[in-house]
């Protein structure tokens, strides 16, 4: 990491906030896990104010629990908060499908189905290809969510998304779960090439029902 005084505090903790993130997706962080302040104060050459600050960060997003007197820790997702999140994404994604089936051009169209190509390709690859598939997947919702133009929804959706991915991982492990989400896939794009917003809509509320049961 550039060192404290190289950076502005802003982009320092904003530094910090990106790395911690990336470990607790990566489980180096658990779910759970009390953060050790003082040691990653150390580990990083930096003190612990900007290290607070990039907790506080994480602690909106809710990766991050505060608590009085004891710190902080690793959130700990609830069955019943990783139904609230996916109900809440499938009512943003899903109308977003819909807008996106009716408004987007014939070159935005050709973007999702080539992020959507991209995917099945990573999915043949098995195990090899996993990390690409998440990151591909998560492109192909977010490049939608840009289509629809409605950057509230983006804003939200990509809140909620840190949350899932707390779980997320997990569920499209579980055996034959990534070959569902590529079939739920291939009905979204079907539909959006149909320029059907119902179907589309309808498609995409499937996807997340379906990825809320293997999460859970």
């Known amino acids: 990491m550039t060192s404290e005084q190289s950076l502005a505090p802003r982009a320092l903790y904003q530094e910090v906030a990106e790395q911690l993130r990336e470990r607790i997706f990566n489980r180096e962080l658990p779910p759970g896990s009390w953060i050790d302040e003082l040691r990653l104060a150390k580990d990083y050459g930096i003190s612990r104010t900007p290290l607070r600050e990039a907790l506080k960060v994480l602690a909106t997003e809710g990766l991050v629990t505060m608590k009085v007197?004891?710190?902080a820790y690793v959130t700990e997702v609830s069955e019943q908060d990783l139904a609230d999140v996916y109900h809440v994404l499938a009512l943003l994604e899903s109308d977003a499908a819909g807008l996106v089936a009716?408004?987007?051009?014939?070159?935005?169209?050709?973007?999702?189905?080539?992020l959507h190509q991209e995917l099945v390709a990573a999915a043949r690859q098995g195990?090899?290809?996993?990390?690409?598939?998440?990151s591909l997947n998560e492109q192909f919702h977010m490049r939608l969510l840009d289509i629809a133009r409605n950057r509230w929804s983006r804003q939200l959706s990509t809140d909620l998304r840190k949350v899932?991915?707390?779980?997320?991982?997990?569920?499209?492990?579980?055996?034959g779960r990534i070959q569902e989400s590529l079939d739920e896939h291939q009905a979204v794009m079907d539909a959006l090439l149909a320029r059907d917003a119902a179907a589309a809509a309808?498609?995409?509320?499937?996807h997340f029902e379906n990825g809320l049961e293997a999460a859970t």
């Not at 195990?127 to 998440?134: I, L, N, Q, S, V």
């Not at 997320?168 to 492990?173: D, F, I, K, N, T």
Request: hydrophobic letters at 35%; zero cysteines.
């Open 69 to 71: 007197r004891r710190g």
């Open 102 to 114: 009716t408004q987007a051009s014939a070159d935005e169209l050709a973007q999702l189905q080539s």
């Open 127 to 134: 195990p090899a290809g996993r990390t690409a598939f998440f």
């Open 164 to 175: 899932m991915k707390l779980n997320r991982q997990h569920s499209l492990l579980k055996q």
């Open 202 to 206: 309808r498609a995409m509320k499937r």
